[in-house]
């Protein structure tokens, strides 16, 4: 890009990270600068590499699936979701009906929480302080039940083949009501200390535009895709668990920027409140764990074949290839991590802007960097 | 009856001369413990205030209410180890923070505090030029921040730096002009309209009220020169590190903690006694200075409020606004002053 440039003197070499207040994680970005403008940036990854492919070739069937939580650790039920939708296709266990609503429900906790941290985190990438405790506080609640349901907050591991850990009661089921009860107000609250900024607007407001067709080729997903105007979302294009028994709408929107990121994951939780409250109600009653996969079986079970199962983590489409060559351990495990994807898309968003802009850009795409780097 | 008379009068055994220059050092003395001790307070009730706002508790082991968080902060900053950066400028990395505070301690002895009871009025300078004096030690700690920049050997740091001096140059032309037309209002009423005191005396009707256009332009310009959230470019915390001072630790660095703070303070201060009419309220006579803190306690709170709830304005934009929209409103306001005395309405 800049090979025919002859004065290299005018540009400036700048490091932002692994270690770096705003880059999320241990995102490493190598900026070449024109003054304040970006003429280039090179995304670095590798920093958080924990192997945890290659770990869950060691592992029997159900032991892999911590490495999972560790992956995207703001969305942790999601990757188990998607773990086992694998797993359980492999092994064919079918979880009992019961399962699949209390999994539902906890998938769409989980996607509030970690679009609440997301929130946060972008305010701070800004120089906004204040929202980051509000949602911080929400969120907080959101782990609370956690720990009431699963024992911990955020790499839950709650899940196993063919069930969950625990059953719901009456107690948790009245705590989830009182949740979603009073969230919507906060959450609210907290949209519009953002969007009634008019400083917060213009920081976001056209920049970082991603058309349809780039986010296509890249094969960016999730709410980045959504906010780019296409209503892709695997919930509803090919749906798992019970979503095809739920009534919620795809939020997208044509704006395309920084600012409709915001807004779509913004209405992304309120479409969650609204899957929450339909799921809570029709849980039916039933065993919360196949009797095929009780834990004196699990470490039994034997898988031939190979399979691959999509499912819309919080951060877009989560993929898990897996192999199995009949022993009770996967012969290999592939993750198509929706962060990896819709990070290749950094350089091209950040040309030609500025360091402020960049900021809010690679800040708008919610990466988590155990998902990145795996 | 003046502080600086009262002092001298009690130390006048010593002689004349003597007793008056000692009145004056005690008299300064006494304004930079008031304006350190103030900072320092600052420093508690903003971290109490960011708390509140936050839905958090804030400092609250050390001492009552965590009222000694301050102090023990200050020593630890003390008794920590300065970490210079290798390839500075020492002398220039060195003398940044001192600079600074430099400027604004300076500019706590030429603010007018007015009378309190007993004690009279306490003015410490009797120049008749104060207020170009005092923006002119202002102008001091734009130098700090570039110094700071430049000499640390960081990109972040010239990158803070190059922010700073943008946004510097792009609210001064507008601050001093509004000041500009205070002076000529204040022209028509005293006969010393550069004394900063001679501002305050002008004021039997708010300049703010007057002024609304020039009163709103300086409100923008001493946020910016403190520079909190909206205008925080030179720091630009998370995005650049923390910008100029992103190589500064210990001691130094608590230089420049609390050169905010005191900024912030200062310009309320400034703000007040300006277009607020500073010491002026009922009773004047026995509880000026009373006045002049509650004004300015007023407006660090807004300060405040605004800090916590805004992101950063982008640097370009800041500028743009700057030199496009605060330089034609700031000549506009001159003008309709000069309409205004003209015309012999005020």
């Known amino acids: ?374 | 009856m003046n502080l600086l008379l009262r002092i001298a009068d009690i130390l006048s055994i010593l002689g004349h001369y003597p007793s008056f220059i000692l009145a004056y050092i005690i008299e300064t003395l006494i304004v930079i413990i008031f304006a350190v001790v103030v900072i320092a307070g600052m420093v508690f009730f903003f971290r109490k205030y960011m708390a509140r706002v936050q839905m958090r508790l804030g400092p609250n082991r050390v001492g009552k209410g965590g009222v000694l968080q301050v102090m023990a902060d200050g020593l630890k900053l003390i008794q920590k180890e300065s970490i210079l950066p290798e390839g500075r400028d020492d002398l220039a990395y060195k003398i940044a923070p001192i600079l600074i505070f430099f400027g604004l301690i300076m500019g706590f002895i030429f603010i007018p505090y007015g009378p309190l009871a007993w004690f009279g009025y306490l003015t410490v300078s009797h120049s008749d030029v104060s207020l170009i004096i005092i923006f002119a030690l202002l102008a001091i700690m734009p130098i700090g921040e570039v110094l700071s920049g430049i000499s640390s050997n960081n990109k972040y740091a010239v990158l803070g730096a190059l922010r700073g001096v943008a946004k510097d140059i792009s609210f001064e032309v507008p601050m001093m002009l509004s000041i500009l037309a205070v002076v000529m209002m204040a022209s028509v009423k005293v006969s010393d309209p550069l004394n900063i005191n001679g501002v305050v005396v002008a004021q039997s009707i708010p300049f703010a009220i007057l002024e609304p256009l020039g009163f709103f332009i300086f409100l923008i310009s001493m946020a910016a020169r403190a520079s909190y959230s909206p205008f925080d470019m030179g720091e630009s915390d998370s995005e650049l590190v923390t910008g100029n001072t992103t190589e500064y630790s210990g001691l130094r660095f608590g230089l420049f903690y609390l050169g905010l703070f005191g900024t912030i303070f200062l310009g309320s201060m400034l703000i007040s006694t300006i277009y607020l009419g500073g010491y002026y309220g009922p009773f004047t006579n026995y509880l000026g200075f009373i006045w002049l803190l509650i004004k300015t306690l007023v407006l660090v709170v807004i300060s405040l409020t605004i800090w916590l709830s805004m992101p950063r304005v982008r640097i370009d934009k800041f500028v743009n606004f700057g030199w496009k929209y605060l330089l034609p409103l700031s000549f506009i306001n001159l003008i309709i002053t000069g309409i205004i005395i003209f015309g012999g309405i005020a």
């Open chain 1, 1 to 374: 890009m800049l090979e025919n440039d002859t004065s290299k003197e005018r540009y400036i070499e700048l490091n932002m990270g692994p270690q770096h207040p705003s880059t999320h994680g241990v995102l490493r970005l190598k900026l070449l600068l024109d003054g304040e403008t970006v003429k280039k940036v090179e995304p670095v990854i590798g920093y958080l590499h924990r192997n945890a492919e290659k770990i869950c070739e060691l592992d029997f069937y159900c032991d892999a699936l911590i490495y999972f939580d560790r992956m995207d650790y703001v969305g942790a039920m999601n990757m188990e979701v998607g773990y086992l939708e694998a797993a359980e296709k492999l092994l064919n266990i079918e979880p009992p009906e019961r399962v699949l609503w209390i999994r539902t429900i906890m998938a769409e906790l989980n996607r509030i929480a970690s679009h609440l941290v997301w929130a946060g985190a972008f305010g701070l990438d800004l120089g906004m302080l204040t929202p980051f405790f509000y949602v911080f506080e929400q969120r907080e609640k959101v782990l609370d039940l956690f720990t009431e349901i699963c024992g911990s907050r955020q790499e839950t591991n709650y899940m196993s083949i063919g069930g969950v850990y625990q059953d719901f009661n009456d107690k948790i089921i009245y705590k989830i009501k009182e949740f979603t009860k009073h969230f919507p107000k906060t959450l609210e609250e907290v949209y519009n200390l953002f969007v009634k900024n008019d400083v917060f607007i213009s920081r976001t407001k056209n920049i970082g535009i991603l058309e349809p067709e780039v986010a296509l080729d890249y094969g960016v997903t999730g709410p980045m895709l959504r906010a780019s105007g296409v209503p892709y979302d695997v919930r509803k294009a090919e749906p798992y668990l019970v979503y095809d028994k739920l009534n919620f709408d795809i939020p997208i929107s044509k704006r395309k920027d920084v600012l409709a990121r915001f807004i779509v994951r913004f209405e992304e939780m309120r479409q969650s409140v609204k899957i929450i409250n339909q799921a809570i109600d029709k849980i039916p009653d039933g065993p919360y764990f196949n009797p095929k996969a009780k834990k004196s079986l699990m470490v039994r079970l034997r898988g031939e074949g190979d399979v691959y199962a999509r499912t819309e983590s919080t951060k877009g489409e989560f993929g898990v290839y897996m192999v199995g060559d009949g022993s009770v351990k996967p012969y290999r495990v592939h993750v198509r991590s929706p962060s990896f994807k819709n990070l290749s898309v950094l350089p091209y968003l950040s040309r030609d802007v500025l360091i402020a802009d960049m900021v809010a850009i690679s800040g708008s795409i919610d990466l988590v960097f155990g998902e990145v780097d795996r």
